[in-house]
């Protein structure tokens, strides 16, 4: 017979976490701070001709949003306001998350950026990234000795 060490607090705190996975990156707020800083989910894609990363940034308005390139890494930041409280209504839940947020990823060689573009439509972000034409990665055969 197997002796199995059991975690009770740590199961507990498995199966809470379980409903957040796919949700915004979470970090830890500062103690004392009532908002948790977050990170919109990002999906990053290819096609033959350039990549697409899409961001997902509900209730974010478009002036609200920066993109940026710098170094070759694109940023994507802004700022999700807080919705108007209603008067008289008392709070029991809130799972939203405001304030400003922040995603860096490195783009790979090759790629356009003069012609790079951003869009927003129903609360996703798409960020085009053109690769340069004829610019595509080749593998080099190393001898083996």
């Known amino acids: 017979m197997r002796l199995i060490r059991r975690d009770p607090l740590w199961e507990m705190q ?13 970090f830890e707020a500062f103690e004392g701070d009532e908002e ?3 990170a919109p989910a990002v999906d990053v894609g290819e096609t033959d001709a350039e990549y697409v990363i899409r961001a997902d940034l509900p209730a974010v308005k478009r002036e609200d949003i920066r993109v940026t390139l710098l170094n070759g890494a694109l940023t994507i930041e802004g700022e999700r306001r807080h919705a ?3 008067k008289n209504e008392k709070m ?8 400003t947020f922040s995603r860096s990823l490195s783009l790979p060689e ?3 950026a003069a012609g790079i573009r951003a869009e927003t439509k129903d ?7 053109p690769k340069v034409p004829g610019q595509g990665a080749k593998p080099i055969e190393i001898r083996v000795q």
Not at 14 to 26: A, E, F, Y
Not at 92 to 99: C, L, N, Q
Not at 123 to 129: E, F
């Open 110 to 112: 090759g790629v356009d």
């Open 14 to 26: 498995r199966l809470m976490d379980r409903p957040l996975r796919g949700w915004p990156r979470l």
């Open 92 to 99: 029991h839940r809130k799972e939203s998350f405001h304030g």
């Open 84 to 86: 108007k409280e209603i």
């Open 36 to 38: 948790m800083a977050w």
């Open 123 to 129: 609360g996703v972000l798409t960020v085009h990234v």
